[in-house]
């Protein structure tokens, strides 16, 4: 039992250290949570709604797409 308990916190310390040495990664928009994803008008690929091209008779997943809808 006595192991067990040293083991555990052996365990412990090893994490926390490697918790602490770990770069912290700024959190954006992007990566949080779940995305709503919207078809593109053009070629009906999902795209998160983040990065979607706005358009005059939809939306589009680039410029490039956009233009070709609508000319």
């Known amino acids: 039992m006595k192991y067990l308990l040293l083991l ?11 918790q602490q040495r770990r770069p912290h990664r700024p959190t954006s928009e992007k990566s949080s ?18 990065d979607l091209v706005q358009g005059q008779q939809g939306v589009y997943c680039s410029e490039a797409h956009r233009q070709r809808h609508e000319g």
């Open 8 to 18: 555990l916190i052996a365990m412990a310390g090893i994490w926390w250290i490697r």
């Open 33 to 50: 949570g779940p995305q709503t994803m919207v078809a593109c008008t053009e070629c009906g690929v999902h795209v998160p709604q983040a």
